[in-house]
């Protein structure tokens, strides 16, 4: 059901004797392995593997990797789900080390890339881990849950419940319909043309996000928001938007509704929008009142940027 096969990776590294060297290709430094150079690709060995799964309706799909990232998109008349891995290692073996789990039961898939028992020492490297990339393609309705411990994930095309976290590395989801949840240890989030919910929250990283949305949240520990609501947007609950340390943008459309309460601890609020039965203090830390005709709240709060209220 899988095939593998091996190849030469594109990450060099050099170690040398001395501190200073001119710019050349790596390439043309492997000569210099014997002028007292030593030129070590870690991840020198590649192989490939395939699982495919039949299903007959939405797939429920949960992804696995230790290290690396994961990248999903759709194929909408797809009747099944194409898991591609992608496997880096600095030898052979230690890629045959990398344990890879699947499970079907209906349309339940599980996909899991377990770290080896033992990691490969390198000289002057140290211990260096093989690394797994998950390329999946699925149906355009589909419920994803992905996890990596250490990567980047992505997301194209996909409605559905889709959670996404990392421990270290960017999210970014594109053309996503239904109910995204998105959290990351340290890295950025980039969500675009979403019609749906979202819940956002990057312990250090920027957040922008675009699209029509119900429900909203987003967090981050030390970094910058942007948010565009596109024309439609119409509030189901309260939403939170909430950076510890960095600037906030808000865009809204013109006919948006909502109790505005804006508040920033080192800052000041710069405000295009209509609001009436206004209030704010004197140094325009903050400012609250009605957008339209009022409903649910938008909170929004910096502990240290200012604040931008605009129309889409």
């Known amino acids: 059901m899988g095939s593998g096969n091996s190849g030469v990776g594109r990450v060099v590294q050099v170690h040398c004797m001395k ?4 710019a050349i290709s790596a390439a043309a430094l492997l000569p210099l392995a014997l002028g007292g150079c030593v030129v070590v690709d870690s991840h020198g060995h590649i192989a490939r593997d ?4 039949t299903v007959t309706g939405r797939p429920e799909l949960k992804l696995t990797t230790f290290d690396g990232s994961i990248e999903i998109r759709s194929a909408p008349d797809a009747k099944t789900v194409l898991v591609e891995i992608e496997k880096r290692g600095p030898t ?3 890629i045959d080390g990398l344990q890879i789990e699947t499970k079907q039961d ?5 996909v899991e890339v377990k770290r080896p028992a033992r990691d490969v020492a390198m000289i002057g490297l140290g211990r260096i881990s093989p690394t797994a990339r998950l390329i999946v393609t699925i149906p355009r309705d589909g419920n994803v849950t992905a996890r990596s411990g250490d990567g980047s994930i992505r997301v194209e095309r996909v409605r559905g419940r889709i959670d996404l976290r990392t421990g270290d590395g960017s999210v970014r989801a594109t053309g ?5 949840t998105i959290a990351t240890g340290d890295g950025s989030v980039t969500v675009d043309d979403l019609e749906g919910d979202l819940d956002v929250d990057t312990g250090d990283g920027s957040v922008s996000v675009a699209g029509r949305l119900g429900s909203v949240k987003l967090h981050s520990g030390d970094g910058s928001i942007t948010f565009r609501a596109e024309s439609g947007t119409s509030m189901k609950d309260d939403w939170s938007v909430t950076t510890g340390d960095g600037g906030v943008a808000i865009f809204l459309p013109s006919d948006f509704a909502a109790q505005l309460d804006a508040h920033t601890g080192d800052g000041s609020i710069r405000n295009d929008l209509k609001i009436e039965n206004k209030s704010s203090d004197e140094e325009r830390r903050t400012l609250r009142g009605t957008l ?3 409903g649910k709240t938008l909170r929004i709060r910096t502990g240290d940027g200012g604040i931008r209220l605009k129309i889409s």
Request: proline fraction near 4%; avoid cysteine; charge should be negative.
């Open 292 to 294: 339209g005709t009022g």
């Open 176 to 180: 996503v319909g239904g109910q995204l």
């Open 19 to 22: 501190s200073v060297l001119p």
């Open 92 to 94: 052979k073996e230690a």
């Open 50 to 53: 395939e699982r495919t799964f």
């Open 106 to 110: 209906g349309d339940r898939i599980e």
